[in-house]
């Protein structure tokens, strides 16, 4: 059942491969564990993040259409961190913008959001202790 198996890779798509893999490189300090010309691949923990040429999309999705960046997003991305505010600072230095954030929600987690180079947003999560 699907439902009871682990998510191996997730496609993103982008139409600049190269800032794409510059930033993940640079933001989440990941390294690559495969590249071609038209794409590029990082382990994210038990999971693989693949950065795929937004031109070679439809082979893989179609008949399904592929979205343009301007059509806003549909989904986030969640990591779980330590200390929001530090990682916050972090991600200012390193010249990210953030979307929101940091915020204290009312499910008890403190979070900001921010977008990669093809407008995937990634939001990092504290616990907030009662």
């Not at 994210?44 to 259409?65: D, K, R, T, Y």
Request: aromatic fraction near 10%.
């Amino acid at each position: 059942m699907l439902g009871k198996s682990n998510i191996d890779v997730i496609t993103l798509f982008f139409e600049d491969l190269q800032a794409a893999i510059t930033f993940y490189l640079d933001v989440f300090g990941l390294e690559q564990v495969y590249e071609d010309k038209n794409s590029a691949v990082f382990n994210f923990g038990n999971m693989s993040v693949n950065l795929l040429q937004i031109s070679e999309a439809h082979g893989l999705i179609a008949p399904a259409a592929v979205a343009a960046r301007e059509a806003g997003s549909r989904f986030q991305f969640t990591i779980r961190v330590e200390d929001t505010e530090a990682l916050c600072r972090d991600l200012e230095a390193r010249g990210v913008t953030l979307l929101n954030g940091p915020l204290d929600r009312p499910w008890g987690v403190r979070t900001a959001c921010f977008a990669d180079p093809g407008g995937h947003v990634w939001e990092i999560a504290q616990p907030l202790s009662s």
